[in-house]
């Protein structure tokens, strides 16, 4: 994902990063163009996200990384950032992410796993017994809050959060 990054920063320039990248953006983030023209990458949401899972990426932008851990929305990040990139206008929408598990995961395999059902409070992540085999899993994408608890947990790294907007190949 960072080398798609670096040739969109290198094709776009920073301001071509906007809604429509395959990244996720801190909670709150303003949309589109917004973000990367009010982000300073001054570092503040890093160091105040008691999470861990904010970085600056290679064009100097807050990111989000799933793999260190999940969003509690605390709203810490928001409070220390000066410069207007992270506003709640909607408390109930602090981003808008689109789940999707992929046929790497272990269940959709037949074999037993069931960690990420453990970590998703929303219960947007379900299993359902099957005869003969090993619990189904169903994901009911209205319930999921983009929270990223499942991320970590998954051992066959099936689980995909991306920004709504992005489409794979239309940019
Ligand atoms: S809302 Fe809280 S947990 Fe989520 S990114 Fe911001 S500081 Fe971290
Ligand atoms: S943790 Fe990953 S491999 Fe296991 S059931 Fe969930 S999505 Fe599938
Ligand atoms: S990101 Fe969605 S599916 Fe994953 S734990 Fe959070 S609410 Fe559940």
């Known amino acids: 994902m960072k080398d798609v990054v670096s040739r969109r920063t290198l094709l776009f320039g920073r301001s071509g990063l906007?809604?429509?990248?395959?990244?996720?953006?801190?909670?709150?983030?303003?949309?589109?163009?917004?973000?990367?023209?009010?982000?300073?990458?001054c570092g503040e949401c890093v160091?105040?996200?008691?999470?861990?899972?904010?970085?600056?990426?290679?064009?100097?932008?807050?990111?989000?990384?799933?793999?260190?851990?999940?969003?509690?929305?605390?709203?810490?990040?928001?409070?220390?950032?000066?410069?207007?990139?992270?506003?709640?206008?909607?408390?109930?929408?602090p981003w808008s992410l689109h789940i999707s598990i992929e046929g790497k995961c272990l269940a959709m395999k037949g074999i037993e796993c069931r960690a990420c059902d453990d970590q998703c409070e929303p219960?947007?992540?379900?299993f359902r017994p099957t005869p003969g085999s090993v619990a189904s899993l169903h994901l009911d994408k209205d319930l999921c809050t983009g929270c990223g608890a499942c991320i970590?947990?998954?051992?066959?790294?099936?689980?995909?959060?991306?920004?709504?907007?992005?489409?794979?190949?239309?940019n």
């Open 18 to 41: 906007t809604g429509r990248e395959d990244v996720i953006r801190p909670p709150w983030s303003v949309s589109g163009d917004a973000f990367a023209k009010k982000c300073t990458g």
């Open 47 to 93: 160091r105040a996200c008691p999470e861990g899972i904010l970085t600056i990426d290679k064009t100097n932008l807050a990111e989000v990384d799933f793999s260190k851990g999940e969003c509690t929305f605390c709203r810490d990040c928001v409070v220390v950032c000066a410069d207007g990139a992270l506003v709640v206008l909607d408390p109930q929408t």
């Open 123 to 126: 219960r947007a992540i379900f």
């Open 152 to 170: 970590a947990s998954c051992p066959a790294d099936a689980i995909t959060l991306m920004p709504a907007s992005y489409k794979e190949g239309a």
